[in-house]
């Protein structure tokens, strides 16, 4: 089965500092979403990316965050200034179609610690 | 805003046997989507279930089956015959109609014991 592929597994940052995190969605999607989930907690929405824009994105998506689709198979998580309280797994996912019609497929997801 | 509760933090069953997860949700929207997910400990998120607000008829998943009950904005899910794998934590969600927003519950911790 396809998959939605997140580098790195890991990333270790020290506060302060820009993190960019990376995923390969399906190829074929045409969907893309960020959630994040901190440690002990429920999964969140960040942001959903469609056609080259930002088509939705919750208040935890302030201007620290970021995302871009720099070349047609990446889609990228940026936070520019980590904060401690950014220490969390950060899952990506692809749909097909919209969420509503197409099951999203997520990523094994990155976890995040900021020192 | 749409909230989802799953009031059971942690579950038990016995192998073989069969356990049902609780999970409300707060709406005024009538059309919407709802999940059931299973995050084991590698923590990836892995869709089990999913259910049309405008079907009545139940959704089903081989030994997974929800009791969707719309007038009382409850969705559970059924596990039958237990198995070890089946152990993780389940994430129920709320998805509104032509929405990218999906809301999810806090968890429930299901243990399968031997």
């Known amino acids: 089965e396809p998959e939605v592929t997140q580098t790195p597994s890991h990333q270790v940052t020290q506060m302060g500092q820009e993190v960019i995190l990376r995923c390969v969605p399906i190829?074929?999607?045409?969907?893309f979403y960020w959630y994040r989930q901190i440690l002990g907690q429920k999964v969140e929405f960040l942001v959903s990316f469609y056609n080259n824009e930002i088509s939705e994105k919750s208040e935890i998506f302030d201007d620290q965050f970021s995302v871009e689709r720099p070349d047609g198979s990446n889609f990228t998580l940026k936070i520019r200034s980590t904060k401690l309280e950014d220490s969390a797994m950060y899952f990506c996912?692809?749909?097909?179609?919209?969420?509503?019609?197409?099951?999203?497929?997520f990523g094994s997801g990155t976890q995040l610690s900021v020192l | 805003a749409q909230t989802v509760t799953q009031s059971q933090p942690e579950m038990s069953v016995q192998e073989a046997e069969t356990v049902t997860l609780s999970c409300t949700y707060d709406?005024?929207?009538?059309?919407?989507?709802l999940f059931w997910y299973k995050q084991p400990p590698s923590r990836q998120m892995i869709l089990v279930i999913r259910?049309?607000?405008?079907?009545?008829q139940n959704a089903t998943e081989n030994r997974f089956s929800v009791n969707f009950q719309k007038a009382a904005k409850s969705f559970s899910l059924k596990i039958s015959d237990s198995q070890l794998g089946d152990a993780a934590m389940y994430f129920c969600?709320?998805?509104?109609?032509?929405?990218?927003?999906?809301?999810f519950g806090a968890g429930t911790r299901l243990t399968v014991k031997p």
């Open positions: 259910q049309e607000a405008y079907k009545q």
């Open positions: 190829s074929n999607h045409l969907y």
């Open positions: 969600a709320y998805l509104g109609y032509n929405n990218n927003d999906m809301r």
């Open positions: 996912a692809s749909s097909e179609a919209v969420a509503t019609n197409e099951k999203l497929f």
């Open positions: 709406t005024s929207e009538s059309d919407y989507y």
